[in-house]
């Protein structure tokens, strides 16, 4: 059993999984997935209904943050019965996607176990998304859906809404989901199919704010002491956006020359201190409707990212099965 996360406060760093995992490890919470686990989960698998979870590249562009530029798709024919293809300007994490745990350090503790900025360069591959693709992700799926939770008019999916632990437990227990440990939990928020659908106009006003978890405390001491695996929704970045208020704001901390200003965000200590796997952007509209119609919120899962040794994120090409 792993240590609560109050008890991680003794760690070193504090609030940090480097010592229970070990120092050496590159995995982080997928560990949470022992074979024991995904073996009951494939007992999940009842009708053989199959969900694909991933929008189409280029599906949100412009991308929301502007940084990440349109894949460019090309086919080509060497003769007249062959076709070939190739992508330019392919950004891993421009639509439904993985972060590998090189993604986003800490400014006091560096990159997960330790690593300092200046080890995790272009020629560098320590802590890559290969480190997950070797094996794949697979285990319990459980949903819960944000969207149905607060229908009507008190639920905005252009506004900040900080989802909090409280939150998390209202619709666990409204859906009847119990954890047992190493679920891949998702979140449905409704707030990928509000933007696509939107016009171009309104895209721009609505990209970067969204109902996400809540920059608490509490919410990260929930993901760890449930042993969550992975956490993925379908919003820009799982957490609330933009963060309105932060257990985990640096005093003074000056926003970066460029790039997103990453104070006070749930991404550093899920990602650099724990080890916590996050998606962004899966598509989970059907997937929603099929647990709401039958009532069974869990479901066999698997996630295969891209073997790019070293990479930084990847489509997350997953599948739920029922």
């Given at each position: ?54 929008y189409a ?14 894949t460019?798709?090309?086919v ?8 070939d ?12 996607q ?23 360069n ?7 998304i ?17 969207e ?9 999916y252009?506004?900040t ?7 998390l ?38 990209k ?62 899920l990602?650099?201190?724990l ?8 598509k ?13 919120y ?17 489509p ?7």
């Amino acid at each position: 059993m792993p240590p609560k996360y109050d008890d991680l406060a003794s760690a070193n760093p504090p609030y940090s999984s480097w010592e229970y995992f070990g120092r050496d490890d590159q995995r982080g919470t997928i560990n949470f997935l022992t074979p024991a686990r995904v073996a009951a989960a494939a007992q999940l698998i009842r009708t053989g209904k199959q969900f694909g979870l991933d929008y189409a590249v280029n599906a949100f562009e412009p991308y929301p943050t502007g940084t990440r530029p349109a894949t460019e798709h090309h086919v080509f024919a060497n003769n007249e019965f062959h076709r070939d293809d190739w992508v330019d300007s392919f950004y891993l994490q421009s639509t439904t996607q993985v972060d590998s745990l090189r993604h986003i350090g800490h400014p006091s503790h560096g990159f997960y176990n330790g690593r300092p900025s200046s080890s995790n360069n272009a020629s560098s591959t320590d802590l890559g998304i290969h480190v997950w693709a070797e094996t794949g992700i697979a285990g319990r799926g459980v949903l819960l859906d944000i969207e149905r939770f607060f229908p009507g008019p008190d639920y905005h999916y252009e506004e900040t809404i900080p989802l909090d632990a409280s939150v998390l437990d209202a619709v666990a227990a409204e859906q009847g989901v119990t954890f047992s440990g190493g679920e891949i939990l998702l979140l449905h928020t409704g707030w990928a199919s509000h933007y696509l659908g939107a016009s171009a106009a309104d895209r721009a006003r609505i990209k970067n704010t969204s109902p996400g978890l809540a920059q608490r405390t509490e919410v990260v001491r929930w993901l760890w002491d449930h042993e969550i695996a992975l956490v993925a929704s379908d919003n820009l970045a799982v957490e609330a956006d933009p963060v309105v208020e932060s257990d985990f704001r640096i005093p003074g901390a000056q926003p970066p020359e460029r790039g997103t200003n990453h104070d006070g965000m749930l991404h550093r200590p899920l990602i650099a201190l724990l080890g916590m796997a996050m998606g962004e952007m899966w598509k989970l509209d059907e997937l929603a409707a099929d647990c709401a119609a039958d009532g069974r919120y869990d479901f066999f899962l698997t996630c295969k990212p891209l073997h790019l040794i070293g990479g930084v994120g990847s489509p997350a090409n997953a599948i739920a099965l029922k």
